[in-house]
């Protein structure tokens, strides 16, 4: 638990569940939260606006993401102005590009001018970061999302990416703050704390795993044994003599 106490990277939760939310919520660790419409519809939400609004009175005081799922800037632009309307911890969520793949820096300057927080989301590459950071408004409180785990899953170090993306936002954007997304294990908590990232977004199953953060190597080993045994025995394998 010292460990995790000593990092300098913000925690925060992803996921649409709103008692898991609630749950992580009680955790001092998890400093704000995440989800998007993907996570919104596995979770079986139907109303956007009641669900967001449920959201934001269970967590009032703690930063909270929620994206736009328009695809034409001008409605993107729209919806951007109705969800910052719903509180003062609220980030819009504006993706990186639209379906069609034009990039959304009209809007990311215009929203970021008018002091609507954003997470801009949906980042890959530098050059992306590079031209987000030129169109945010030079002090707009904003976040950065690039999808480190993806980027991994892609056969791409993400490490050297995030540490550049860090120093592009220090250097010009100081008070955005560059998010590690998509992690796909615990210990991406400790690279994004090493690669200067000041959030990494994490899903419940992986903050579940927080618990092990420590835990004595000899006896996680023992314990590994036992249930590969005790899990032969409950199954009745046998292999005759």
């Not at 400093?31 to 979770?43: E, Q, Y």
């Not at 970061?129 to 170090?157: E, N, T």
């Not at 560059?178 to 990494?200: K, M, Q, T, V, Y």
Request: glycine share 6%.
């Amino acid at each position: 638990m010292e460990r995790i106490k000593s990092l300098k990277v913000k925690i925060y939760a992803d996921g649409a569940n709103l008692d898991g939310m609630k749950e992580m919520y009680r955790n001092p660790l998890i400093k704000g939260f995440t989800t998007n419409p993907t996570l919104m519809r596995a979770a079986g939400v139907t109303d956007y606006e009641d669900f967001a609004r449920k959201v934001l009175e269970a967590i009032p005081d703690r930063p909270v993401s929620f994206e736009v799922f328009a695809d034409d800037l001008d409605h993107m632009a729209r919806q951007a102005r109705r969800i910052n309307s719903w509180g003062k911890n609220v980030f819009v969520k504006i993706p990186v590009t639209n379906t069609e793949g034009r990039y959304c820096g009209p809007i990311i300057s215009e929203l970021s001018n008018e002091g609507v927080k954003l997470n801009v989301t949906a980042v890959f590459t530098l050059d992306q970061v590079r031209r987000i950071a030129s169109d945010l408004a030079r002090d707009a409180q904003a976040i950065v999302s690039v999808f480190a785990g993806r980027v991994a899953d892609s056969g791409i170090d993400p490490l050297p990416v995030m540490t550049e993306a860090a120093q592009i936002l220090a250097r010009s954007r100081p008070n955005a703050e560059l998010l590690w997304a998509s992690p796909r294990e615990l210990l991406n908590i400790f690279h994004a704390d090493a690669s200067g990232c000041g959030i990494i977004t994490v899903t419940n199953d992986v903050l579940k795993k927080l618990e092990l953060v420590g835990k004595d190597q000899d006896q996680y080993s023992l314990e590994t044994v036992r249930m590969f045994f005790n899990d032969a025995q409950k199954a009745g394998y046998d292999i005759p003599a």
